[in-house]
């Protein structure tokens, strides 16, 4: 009996394969953005402070506070008063939103504050003269991740009586 024998040829050929990368839309968009946010974080874009102003009864008041940072890291927060009335003011009253200052820890105030209350931390300025600016300035540390939102008020006046000026804050806190 005889078997036909072939000679040995090797294995097949591989078959032609497309070397490219075909993204889908979505890959398309979320691979940039990827390698775009830890560029941005090097950068320091998500590291920042916030700063806003409002004008009323006789002040001009600006708060310079976190707007985002980072978890457990101290960072300035400055309240700062400017008569901007004909006549001097015996006292100005600021008032920290105690639900804000609760995502702190470690929360200093100079000059101390006078009162805690359950809604407000208050510190009272005294004897601002007319183009005089006083300020009230602190030091935060991130204590709880996520959004937080409060106010700082300042009302003119030795018994409150002036209309507030009201600047709405928020910070972000994360990891």
Known sequence: MGYATAEWQGPPQPPEIDRRLRFQRVQAIGVPILLLLPTLALLGVFDGTGTKSAEGSGLRVTVEYPARVRYRSREPLTVSVEN??????????????RDFLRAFSGVSLMPEPEAVTREHFVVTLRDIRPGEARRVSGELEAEAYGRHRGAVEVVPGEDGGGEA????VETITYP
């Open 165 to 168: 000026v009201r600047i709405p």
């Open 84 to 97: 901007t009335g004909g006549r001097a003011l015996a006292e100005a009253t600021v008032r920290f939103d």
